[in-house]
Structure formats: structure tokens, C-alpha cells
T-cell receptor, first 110, second 115 residues
Framework: QSALTQPASVSGSPGQSITISCTGT?????????VSWYQQHPGKAPQLMIH???NRPSGVSNRFSGSKSGNTASLTISGLQAEDEADYYC??????????FGSGTKVTVL | QVQLQQWGAGLLKPSETLSLTCGVY???????YCWVRQPPGEGLEWIGE???????IYNPSLKSRVTISVDTSKNQFSLNLNSVTAADTAVYYC??????????GGQGTLVSVSS
């Protein structure tokens, strides 16, 4: 099972919106509505930001939103803030009952 | 609130067995749990999961070397990875599953493999 494809880096100015893509196949992203997004600050454990494509856990800012079209899922961060600077990973359930992560995207706030 | 605390040896020699344990606190231990690793400077890799009943699913790329077990009497689950090499050097995380998502409550353990 290959890693899902994400852009290596995305940047934006404070207040702007950015979108991170996550491309898989019909065996993972396209086949299930079980895509999650994780935020990871340096030296810290990943934190769940979005699950089941577009659902936010309690406590996560509504500036974070998720969507999916075909084999590509997306995470949008609106009103970008300095604290959003981190690495972001998507993850999907797969047809062989395991999970696959994306390659990771470094978000830089300019 | 569920808390995960993990422990285990952080320095191994090639061919040795990696052993980590994750304790689950504040949970009825009726969900399922997994291990994920992250080599230095790289992305996340899902290793495998175990349910509270002991049923397991492993990443095919590691399946021949991995065993995940559970001790419900202690609210703990463990990871064993045998015949380690330098490629197994990584931060290992335990996580709790709910639905089709994972919550990483543990702090991560850096395991280094070096002769």
C-alpha cells in the first residue's frame, strides 16, 4: 500500500486560506469516507483535526474543514494563524483493512 | 479523558527485538488500539492494530516481524518487532481508535537501532 500523495509544502499569509490535497486510489481515499487529517508540531504527537472526510472533533477550530472528490481529499485552513504552522498528514482506511498515511505537508505561515 | 502512556527500550542493536508497551488510562478498554511509527524527518507509517478482544490487523510490509498483544487486566497493549535494523529507527506512537480515526494520546518513544 503506497503512501497517499500530498504536496511537500504549502504557505500562506496570516488571514489567508490554504488547501492541502491528498491523492490516493479507489482502494483507499476514493473507496471510503474514512479520511482523517492530523496536525503535528515539531517534537509532538499527531493531533486529529478532521475525521470521516469532513467532521471536526470537539475542540478543533472551525477554521479547519475537509472535503473529498473522487480519489482526492482536501484540508482547508481558513483565516491562517501563526499557530497553524505545522506538518499535516492525511490518512485513509483501505480495502485491505489497514490504514495508510499521506506523505505529509509542511505548512508555513509567512 | 483517555490518556495513553508508553514505555520501552530506546536503544537496540541490529537483530534484537523492539518491545514497547502502552498503558490506557481513563478508558474502559473496549475500543481498539494501534501503533504508528515515524522515522526521523519522515512521515507516519501505520504498523498495526489490536482490538480489546485480541484480534489483530498488521501492515503487510511488517507483518512477518510484528506482534501486537493486549493485556486487558492491566489496560495495556504491546508491540514487538523482531530482527530490527537501522531502518526501524523511528519514534513509535501508540494510539486509540474510535470509528475509523485515531487519537494519539501517547508521547512517543524514540527507538534507535545501532551497532
Amino acid at each position: 500500500q503506497s503512501a497517499l500523495t500530498q504536496p511537500a509544502s504549502v504557505s500562506g499569509s496570516p488571514g489567508q486560506s490554504i488547501t492541502i490535497s491528498c491523492t490516493g486510489t479507489s482502494s483507499d481515499v476514493g473507496g471510503y469516507n474514512y479520511v482523517s487529517w492530523y496536525q503535528q508540531h515539531p517534537g509532538k504527537a499527531p493531533q486529529l483535526m478532521i475525521h470521516d472526510v469532513s467532521n471536526r472533533p470537539s475542540g478543533v477550530s472551525n477554521r479547519f474543514s475537509g472535503s473529498k472528490s473522487g480519489n482526492t481529499a482536501s484540508l482547508t485552513i481558513s483565516g491562517l494563524q501563526a499557530e497553524d504552522e505545522a506538518d499535516y498528514y492525511c490518512s485513509s482506511y483501505t480495502n485491505i483493512r489497514m490504514y495508510v498515511f499521506g506523505s505529509g505537508t509542511k505548512v508555513t505561515v509567512l | 479523558q483517555v490518556q495513553l502512556q508508553q514505555w520501552g527500550a530506546g536503544l537496540l542493536k541490529p537483530s534484537e527485538t523492539l518491545s514497547l508497551t502502552c498503558g490506557v488510562y481513563g478508558d474502559s478498554f473496549t475500543e481498539y488500539y494501534c501503533w504508528v511509527r515515524q522515522p526521523p524527518g519522515e512521515g507516519l507509517e501505520w504498523i498495526g492494530e489490536i482490538s480489546h478482544t485480541g484480534s489483530t490487523i498488521y501492515n503487510p510490509s511488517l507483518k512477518s516481524r510484528v506482534t501486537i498483544s493486549v493485556d486487558t487486566s492491566k489496560n495495556q497493549f504491546s508491540l514487538n518487532l523482531n530482527s530490527v535494523t537501522a531502518a526501524d529507527t523511528a519514534v513509535y506512537y501508540c494510539a486509540r481508535g474510535s470509528g475509523y480515526k485515531w487519537n494519539f494520546g501517547g508521547q512517543g518513544t524514540l527507538v534507535s537501532v545501532s551497532s
